[in-house]
């Protein structure tokens, strides 16, 4: 098993940036792929992008293409998220998921999650 906690969230204004981070802790952190997702109030959780074991794909929402950017350290057992030109409507609580295999868009794919970290952005 894995256990994840996100951290980095907040409240920044609308054109600001923020990094998402996602710590591991438990088995080998590198064997995993991992997702970041978040979920606004009233609205179901949605897939924001993906990374492969070693880091070798990447897939993102094309909401999210060109202002988000997700990376992962496995030494440091830590995934990123990188925001950038953040909008009103990307304030949501994100959080990072691990599954055994490759990435999946599907929330339901993924066995391992965080507890979420809120994201603000202000018009």
């Known amino acids: 098993q894995v256990q994840l906690v996100e951290s980095g969230g907040g409240l920044v204004q609308a054109g600001g940036s923020l990094r998402l981070s996602c710590t591991a802790s438990g088995r080998a952190f590198s064997s995993y792929a991992m997702g970041w997702f978040r979920q606004a109030p009233g609205k179901e959780r949605e897939f924001v992008a993906g990374?492969?074991?070693?880091?070798?794909?990447?897939y993102y929402a094309d909401s999210m293409k060109g202002r988000f950017t997700i990376s992962r350290d496995n030494a440091k057992k830590t995934l990123y998220l990188q925001m950038n030109s953040l909008k009103p409507e990307d304030t949501a609580v994100y959080y990072c998921?691990?599954?055994?295999?490759?990435?999946?868009?599907?929330?339901?794919?993924?066995?391992?999650w965080g507890q979420g970290t809120q994201v603000t952005v202000s018009s």
């Open positions: 998921a691990a599954r055994a295999t490759t990435v999946a868009v599907s929330s339901a794919e993924y066995a391992y």
């Open positions: 990374i492969s074991w070693i880091s070798v794909s990447t």
